[in-house]
C-alpha cells in the first residue's frame, strides 16, 4: 500500500482545510487508516484513525469538535477535514494505515505498517 498526502497550505486561525490521503493498492478497504502531525521540535501524535467500515472512530482530545475524518472506499480514499484550526495544529500531517485497530493509533502510530510521506498544515494566528 502506497499513500500519498495532499490538502495542506496555509490557512488563517478559526479557518478550515481538508487533508486527502490516496491510497494504491487493492486490499485499501481492509486497512485501518488515520492520521498523525508532528510539531517542529515535538514529538509524532496522535490525530484521528478509522476503521475499515468507517464505523469505528478515535480523536485525539485536542481535536475532538473540530475534526471528522472518514474515508471512501470506493476510491481509496481516506479525509480529515479540519475546522476551527488553532495555531498549534500546525504541523505535518501523515496517513498511516494498518490492519489492526488498536493502541497504537492513540499512541503516536509506532508500528504502523504504511506511511505517506507528510503534507505541511500552518495555521497563521
Known amino acids: 500500500v502506497q499513500l500519498v498526502e495532499s490538502g495542506g497550505g496555509l490557512v488563517q486561525a478559526g479557518g478550515s482545510l481538508r487533508l486527502s490521503c490516496a491510497a494504491s493498492?487493492?486490499?485499501?478497504?481492509?486497512?485501518?487508516m488515520g492520521w498523525f502531525r508532528q510539531a517542529p521540535g515535538k514529538e509524532r501524535e496522535s490525530v484521528a484513525a478509522i476503521s475499515w467500515s468507517g464505523g469505528t472512530t478515535y480523536y485525539a482530545d485536542s481535536v475532538k469538535g473540530r475534526f471528522t475524518i472518514s474515508r471512501d472506499n470506493a476510491k481509496n480514499t481516506v479525509y480529515l477535514q479540519m475546522n476551527s484550526l488553532k495555531p498549534e495544529d500546525t504541523a505535518v500531517y501523515y496517513c498511516a494505515a494498518d490492519p489492526l485497530f488498536d493502541s497504537s493509533w492513540y499512541q503516536g502510530g509506532y508500528g504502523m505498517d504504511y506511511w505517506g510521506k507528510g503534507t505541511l498544515v500552518t495555521v497563521s494566528s
Open positions: 493498492g487493492r486490499t485499501f478497504s481492509t486497512y485501518v
